[in-house]
T-cell receptor, first 113, second 115 residues
Framework: QQQVKQSPQSLIVQKGGISIINCAYE??????FPWYQQFPGKGPALLIA?????SEKKEGRFTISFNKSAKQFSLHIMDSQPGDSATYFC????????????FGAGTQVVVTP | GAVVSQHPSWVICKSGTSVKIECRSL??????MFWYRQFPKQSLMLMAT?????????EQGVEKDKFLINHASLTLSTLTVTSAHPEDSSFYIC???????????FGPGTRLTVL
C-alpha cells in the first residue's frame, strides 16, 4: 500500500511552460516532504523540501505548494527547460521514522524544445 | 548537498557469484544507512536500514541472508549480493542519513546485471 500517491505518471510540456506534479498522503504524522529529481542511470538528487508549517517554498524555478488540510503537496516547475526532462519523485517522512522515506511512484517529465 | 560515492557504478556478473557494493559518505558521518533497489520505470524500494555497528533491519520480503549489509563505520557501508541470480539485476542505491530532521541524500547508484 503506497502511503504517498503521485500523479500524473508522465507529463509532456513545451519549453517555457509550467510542469505541475501532485502528491497526496494520508499519514498526518508526516512532517517532511522532499522532492527528488532523477536522471536515467543516476541516483535521485534532492531538489527542494518543505515542512508542514509552511504553505509554499520557492527555490529558483522550482516551487512546492503545501496544503495541510487537504493532505496534498505539489511541485511546480516554472519556465520548463529541456534539461528538466527527468523523473521526479515526491516523498514523505515522519520524525520518528528514523529517516525512512515513503516515496511516490514517480512522474516522468519530458520538456519538448 | 552531501557527497556520496558508490563503487562500482556498474557490474556484470555470472549467476551464482557474489557482488559487493560500497557506499561512502565523503563529507559527513552517517548514523544510519538506507539501501534501496530500483527496477526500471519504478520507484525506489527500501531494502534495509542499518545503524553503525548494529545489525541491519530488513524490509518485508527482502532476504537478509542474500543481501548482506555491513555498516562498519560512520562513512562506509557495504551491500553484498550473495549467490546472485538474474532476478537480482537492478539499480542499487545507498542513502546515508545524518539523523533526525536532516536532509536525506542518495548515492549515484550501482547497476547490477546478473547473467
Amino acid at each position: 500500500q503506497q502511503q504517498v500517491k503521485q500523479s500524473p505518471q508522465s507529463l509532456i510540456v513545451q519549453k517555457g511552460g509550467i510542469s505541475i506534479i501532485n502528491c497526496a498522503y494520508e499519514n498526518t504524522a508526516f512532517d517532511y516532504f522532499p522532492w527528488y529529481q532523477q536522471f536515467p542511470g543516476k541516483g535521485p538528487a534532492l531538489l527542494i523540501a518543505i515542512r508542514p508549517d509552511v504553505s509554499e517554498k520557492k527555490e529558483g524555478r522550482f516551487t512546492i505548494s503545501f496544503n495541510k488540510s487537504a493532505k496534498q503537496f505539489s511541485l511546480h516547475i516554472m519556465d520548463s527547460q529541456p534539461g528538466d526532462s527527468a523523473t521526479y519523485f515526491c516523498a514523505a517522512r515522519t520524525t520518528d521514522s528514523w529517516g525512512k522515506l515513503q516515496f511516490g511512484a514517480g512522474t516522468q517529465v519530458v520538456v519538448t524544445p | 548537498g552531501a557527497v556520496v560515492s558508490q563503487h562500482p557504478s556498474w557490474v556484470i556478473c555470472k549467476s551464482g557469484t557474489s557482488v559487493k557494493i560500497e557506499c561512502r559518505s565523503l563529507d559527513f558521518q552517517a548514523t544510519t544507512m538506507f539501501w534501496y533497489r530500483q527496477f526500471p520505470k519504478q520507484s525506489l524500494m527500501l531494502m534495509a536500514t542499518s545503524n553503525e555497528g548494529s545489525k541491519a533491519t530488513y524490509e518485508q520480503g527482502v532476504e537478509k541472508d542474500k543481501f548482506l549489509i555491513n555498516h562498519a563505520s560512520l562513512t562506509l557501508s557495504t551491500l553484498t549480493v550473495t549467490s546472485a541470480h538474474p532476478e537480482d539485476s537492478s539499480f542499487y542505491i545507498c542513502s546515508p542519513y545524518r539523523g533526525v530532521n536532516n536532509e536525506q541524500f542518495f548515492g549515484p547508484g550501482t547497476r547490477l546485471t546478473v547473467l
